[in-house]
């Protein structure tokens, strides 16, 4: 079946420092691919999303881009705020799955000033 | 921000009792879902509609049961809550267009402990 793993967190940075968060799928077929955000106490945001092969998306000067050969959507952003602290999830909506959703199990950012 | 609350948003309870979440919606969404979050897990569905009386059962649902007798109104419930059923719920909401389902909507959550 579709499955999506992420790299482990925490991940601890420093302001102003480079992010890239690891994503990788399994599916059959042609799914979307997104990246959700979630801020303490609050519900997930969706923070970009990416329908075919080699499309990027992009959003608050984060990045992914789809790649169907590595099947791989990281999450890059070049300079991480204090800001960007959360909890980041990537997930896919296979194709023919009725708008459902799989979600990794996140990866918690931490950037400290 | 789209238009969804959870109630409660809060709430414990005994092994046993029966429980029911409540999620509302304002946009007119044809779908909505119901997701639980536990640390190492992401969030898995745990049942979702896409019509009113039109349910259909997600990875996780087991000892859950859903209701939707109108558009805004999408209620989980918990039979006879177990321990591990500890958990925060989410609902989420989406439409389609085009012929493709656009982007989903979660609402606040909703914290649940069983004791």
């Known amino acids: 079946g579709n499955s999506v793993t992420q790299m482990e967190g925490p991940v601890t940075l420093s302001e102003e420092a480079f992010l890239t968060i690891n994503c990788t799928y399994t599916?059959?077929?042609?799914?979307?691919l997104f990246w959700y955000v979630q801020y303490p106490g609050e519900g997930l945001q969706l923070l970009l999303k990416?329908?075919?092969?080699?499309d990027k998306g992009s959003n608050k000067g984060f990045e992914a881009t789809y790649r169907k050969e590595t099947t791989s959507f990281h999450l890059e952003k070049g300079s991480v705020q204090v800001s960007d602290s959360a909890v980041y999830f990537c997930?896919?909506?296979?194709?023919?799955?009725?708008?459902?959703?799989?979600f990794g199990q996140g990866t918690e950012l931490s950037v400290k000033p | 921000d789209a238009g969804i609350t959870q109630s409660p948003r809060h709430k414990v309870t005994e092994t046993g009792t029966p429980v029911t979440l409540r999620c509302h919606q304002t946009?007119?969404?044809?779908?909505m879902y119901w997701y639980r979050q536990d640390p190492g897990h992401g969030l898995r569905l745990i049942h979702y509609?896409?019509?009113?009386?039109?349910?259909d059962k997600g990875e996780v649902s087991d000892g859950y049961s859903v209701s939707r007798s109108k558009t805004e109104d999408f209620l989980l419930t918990l039979e006879s809550a177990t321990s591990s059923q500890t958990s925060v719920y989410f609902c989420?909401?989406?439409?389609?267009?085009?012929?493709?389902?656009?982007?989903?909507?979660f609402g606040p959550g909703t914290r649940l402990t069983v004791l």
């Open positions: 997930a896919l909506r296979g194709y023919n799955q009725g708008g459902k959703l799989i």
């Open positions: 989420a909401i989406s439409d389609s267009s085009g012929g493709s389902y656009n982007e989903q909507f």
């Open positions: 509609s896409y019509g009113v009386k039109d349910t």
């Open positions: 990416a329908t075919k092969a080699d």
């Open positions: 946009e007119n969404h044809r779908y």
């Open positions: 599916a059959t077929g042609y799914p979307s």
